[in-house]
């Protein structure tokens, strides 16, 4: 069972059409992300704000190389996650500020919104709980022989956490078609790596299970299509699980009320300067003549139009009714 850490950096192949909807995509979620930020900070959204901005490119690049039916489940950190997945961004919207038009009418809030549509199954609020039920997902996959491969995402402080080992063991002692996705952001809440988990290099957490891992540059959206293809493959060809490694970086606090004093404002910026995932993307279409500095702006207005429309409708559709605190839960029976 190999493992394997990120190669040095190499240009990939990709086509003019492939690198403008990859940057769009991310695109849509940076400047989402941004508003919601806003939207939060003038008291429209309240609970838990977890901003997913800095990250784009790996759920992007995920996005990108799965299948239609492939499912996908994530933590809290959840909103570009279900842009990635095509749900639309009035209702991702709606559904921070608590509004009927939200995905879950209102009642789930930041974390906890899902579309069976198009097969993603949450925001998880619980750190880790989502991983086992990514593998769940994978055991019906198999169970119905429907070639659909689960991806589940969770983060470094997750990767701690022991229901995610119990997960390893049975997806590989079963054979299921998941992939587990550790977006590794390099801090868990305010915590580094290196100084919560004695083993750093999260690809290796599989090895004593048998699971194949690779270390992957999480800002590169290229990178990230081109391991997700694989691992995605392995998985669906009845090869068990993968884990993908995805060092990336995280430009907010952990949440909207995280300060971030546990690192410096150097470090952020120079993530920024050096390795912004768009920032690549958009010098690669400069490059190669695919587009210019006019286009750029033009899909940037595009976006931002889109995410205006809506912050609108979430500020504009009406509350739940309070008859809604009784619709979608499970209630004990009587005797």
Not at 255 to 267: F, H, I, L, V
Request: charged share 25%; aromatic share 8%; with cysteine.
């Amino acid at each position: 069972m190999a493992t394997k850490k990120a190669s040095a950096k190499k240009q990939l192949k990709t086509s003019k059409s492939e690198l403008l909807q990859l940057y769009r995509d991310m695109l849509l979620i940076r400047r989402f992300e941004e508003k919601a930020g806003q939207l939060y900070g003038m008291g429209l959204i309240a609970g838990f704000c977890h901003l997913y901005i800095g990250q784009e490119a790996v759920v992007v690049g995920m996005r990108a190389a799965m299948k239609d039916g492939d499912q996908m489940i994530t933590g809290y950190r959840d909103h570009g996650h279900m842009l990635a997945c095509g749900m639309e961004a009035r209702g991702v919207m709606a559904e921070l500020t608590g509004r009927e038009g939200g995905y879950s009418r209102g009642k789930g809030g930041s974390m906890h919104m899902f579309s069976t549509d198009k097969k993603f199954y949450g925001g998880h609020g619980i750190v880790g709980a989502q991983v086992p039920l990514g593998a769940g997902l994978g055991f019906a996959n198999k169970y119905l022989e429907n070639g659909a491969v689960s991806t589940a995402y969770f983060g470094d402080g997750a990767a701690n956490q022991g229901q995610v080992y119990e997960t390893f063991n049975m997806a590989e002692l079963w054979d299921l078609p998941v992939v587990f996705v550790i977006e590794n952001n390099q801090y868990a809440m305010g915590t580094s790596v290196a100084r919560a988990s004695a083993q750093t290099e999260l690809y290796k957490r599989g090895i004593s299970f048998g699971i194949e891992g690779h270390q992957i540059d999480g800002m590169d959206v290229l990178a990230v299509k081109e391991a997700g293809a694989t691992a995605l493959k392995h998985a669906r060809d009845g090869n068990g699980p993968m884990i993908l490694e995805m060092k990336t970086y995280r430009y907010r606090g952990h949440s909207m009320s995280d300060p971030a004093k546990y690192r410096t404002r150097d470090e952020v910026n120079e993530v920024r300067h050096d390795r912004d995932p768009l920032d690549a993307v958009k010098a690669r279409l400069e490059k190669e003549g695919w587009a210019d500095t006019d286009s750029l702006k033009a899909m940037d207005k595009e976006i931002k139009a889109i995410v205006a429309d809506s912050a609108e409708f979430a500020q504009t559709s009406p509350e739940p009714d309070p008859s809604e605190l009784w619709t979608d839960v499970l209630l004990p029976v009587e005797a």
